[in-house]
């Protein structure tokens, strides 16, 4: 079992940057693809950003690319995500998933931690 707690969301003005990060406790993360999401009031649920184990490999949403990254201290067994030029449409719970499924999906999920950017 994998057990993810985001942190760093908070209240920030447009044009702000955050950065998020996703601990996780009961196994190492060093192993697995780890992916962000976000997903706002009466939204689907959008993915955002993946890195591979060793963060070598990394992919982004389009409506992200160029303004967020992803990174990982394997070490920390935490991954992040630094936002930048935040915009009001940004505004959402941002949650971590990893342990990929092989049909799609992840095995494990955080709670999430709320991202407010105010225009």
């Known amino acids: 079992q994998v057990q993810l707690v985001e942190s760093g969301g908070g209240l920030v003005q447009a044009g702000g940057s955050l950065r998020l990060a996703c601990a996780a406790s009961?196994?190492?993360?060093?192993?697995?693809?780890v992916a962000w999401f976000r997903q706002a009031p009466g939204k689907e649920r959008e993915f955002l950003a993946a890195i591979n184990w060793s963060g070598g490999s990394t992919n982004y949403a389009d409506s992200v690319k160029g303004r967020f990254t992803i990174s990982r201290d394997n070490a920390k067994n935490t991954v992040y995500l630094q936002m930048n030029s935040l915009k009001a449409e940004d505004t959402a719970v941002y949650s971590c998933?990893?342990?990929?499924?092989?049909?799609?999906?992840?095995?494990?999920w955080g709670r999430g931690t709320q991202v407010t950017v105010s225009s």
């Open positions: 009961g196994r190492t993360l060093k192993s697995y693809a």
């Open positions: 998933a990893t342990d990929p499924k092989p049909g799609g999906g992840y095995n494990y």
